[in-house]
């Protein structure tokens, strides 16, 4: 089992960047896949990035492709999402989440953090 903790968001004007982390307890934290996902108020959760165990691999949803950019550090325990060129748009609560399968399906995804608020505004 591993429980996630998500920080690092808060309110940036439109083309501003922010980074936000999450930090993993347990051992295992090197053999899952870590992906971001997002949900906007009344909206579905969205999948955003998803980076495998090793970090060798990267994937992205089209509306991030090119600002955003996935991270992981296992020593720390810690998976991270550069968020650049913000646009209001992408204001929406951000969860990290993880899992043995890569998937853009939330229900993909075993474990979830509590989520973060990334506010972009105009």
């Known amino acids: 089992q591993v429980q996630l903790v998500e920080s690092g968001g808060g309110l940036v004007q439109t083309g501003g960047s922010l980074r936000l982390s999450c930090a993993a307890s347990g051992r295992t934290f090197s053999t899952y896949v870590m992906a971001w996902f997002r949900q906007a108020p009344g909206k579905e959760r969205l999948f955003v990035a998803a980076?495998?165990?090793?970090?060798?691999?990267?994937t992205y949803s089209d509306s991030v492709k090119a600002r955003f950019t996935i991270s992981r550090d296992n020593a720390q325990n810690t998976v991270y999402l550069q968020m650049n060129s913000l646009k209001p748009e992408d204001t929406a609560v951000y969860y990290c989440a993880a899992s043995y399968g890569s998937s853009r399906n939330p229900g993909g995804y075993d474990y979830w953090g509590q989520g973060t608020q990334v506010t972009v505004s105009s």
């Open positions: 980076i495998t165990s090793s970090g060798g691999t990267t």
